[in-house]
C-alpha cells in the first residue's frame, strides 16, 4: 500500500545490541520488538549462537562450559568469563545482561578493528596450537566487527618473531567483508605465503581496516515511533 512503511525485516528496541537481536529474530521478514520490561526473559531464553557477537568458534567454548542460553551465559561472573576470553569477557557479560553502552562519537571515525595475542611459549609455524590461536583471533576481529555494525576491506596479519623481529602483511579487496569465514581465509592466505625462515613466532595478530559501516534494519523506539508518526500523516 502506497504510503506505508513495510519493513523486510526489522527489530525495535531500546539500545543497538537488543535491536540487531530483534532484527535477526523474525528472518526472512517482520518486526520484532523488545520492550525493556521483556528484555531479561527474552535474552535468558535465547540459544547461545543467537546473541549477536558471538561466533562458532566462541559457542564451542561456551558449551563446553555448560552454556546453552542466555540465562547460562547470565550465571558465569566477570572474572571467569575474563579469565577465559580476556577483553571480551567484559562483552559477554553486558551481552546476557542486554547492556549496550557503546556512545555515539559523530567527529571520531574508527579506522580499524584488530586483535592480537603474545604466546605463552614461542611456536613452529606448523604448530596445530598456532593455526587454533590465529582461527580465534580471526573470530573475535569478526565479533566486534559484527558488534560495531562494520566491514573492512583490508586484512592486516602481525607477527612477531622469537628473536623480535616484527612483520605486517596486509591485503585488499573490492568488497568489504566482515564475516569469520571471510577474515580467516584471508588472513590464512597472507600467513601461508609469508617466508618465516624457521622461526618461531611469539605474537600473532589480526587487524580489520578500511572500514565502512554495514547496513542495518536495527531501530530505536524513538525512530520507529518518528516512522510510525510520519506514515500517518
Known amino acids: 500500500v502506497p504510503g506505508r512503511w ?7 528496541s531500546y539500545n543497538k545490541f537488543l535491536a540487531k537481536i530483534a532484527s535477526d529474530y523474525n528472518k526472512p521478514n517482520g518486526l520484532k520488538v523488545i520492550t525493556p520490561e521483556e528484555k531479561q526473559q527474552f535474552l535468558d531464553m535465547l540459544p547461545i549462537n543467537k546473541f549477536h557477537g558471538i561466533g562458532k568458534v566462541t559457542e564451542r567454548k ?3 562450559l555448560g552454556v546453552n542460553n542466555g540465562y547460562d551465559l547470565r550465571q558465569l561472573s566477570i572474572d571467569k ?10 562483552l559477554f557479560y553486558q551481552l546476557a545482561r542486554g547492556i549496550d553502552n557503546r556512545e555515539v562519537e559523530p567527529h571520531r571515525e574508527r579506522k580499524s578493528i584488530g ?22 583471533l580471526c573470530e573475535e576481529v569478526a565479533d566486534r566487527a559484527t558488534y560495531l555494525n ?56 589480526v587487524t580489520l ?3 565502512v ?7 530505536s523506539f524513538f525512530e520507529y515511533i518518528k516512522t510510525i508518526e510520519n506514515n500517518k500523516k
Do not use: C, W
Not at 513495510?6 to 525495535?12: E, I, K, L, R
Not at 559501516?213 to 531501530?219: G, L
Open 6 to 12: 513495510h519493513p523486510q525485516n526489522a527489530g525495535v
Open 62 to 64: 561456551l558449551r563446553n
Open 81 to 90: 568469563l575474563e579469565s577465559i576470553f580476556k577483553n571480551r569477557g567484559y
Open 115 to 136: 586483535a592480537e595475542t603474545t604466546l605463552s611459549e614461542n611456536l613452529d609455524i606448523e604448530d596445530e596450537k598456532l593455526i587454533n590461536i590465529l582461527d580465534e
Open 150 to 205: 562494520k566491514r573492512g576491506k583490508t586484512v592486516v596479519l602481525k607477527i612477531k618473531y622469537g628473536d623480535f623481529t616484527q612483520i605486517t602483511r596486509s591485503l585488499s579487496m573490492n568488497n568489504p567483508i566482515s564475516s569469520h569465514n571471510d577474515i580467516r581465509t584471508n588472513i590464512y592466505n597472507l600467513f601461508k605465503n609469508i617466508e618465516h625462515n624457521h622461526k618461531d613466532i611469539r605474537l600473532i595478530g
Open 209 to 211: 581496516s578500511n572500514l
Open 213 to 219: 559501516n554495514e547496513e542495518v534494519t536495527n531501530i
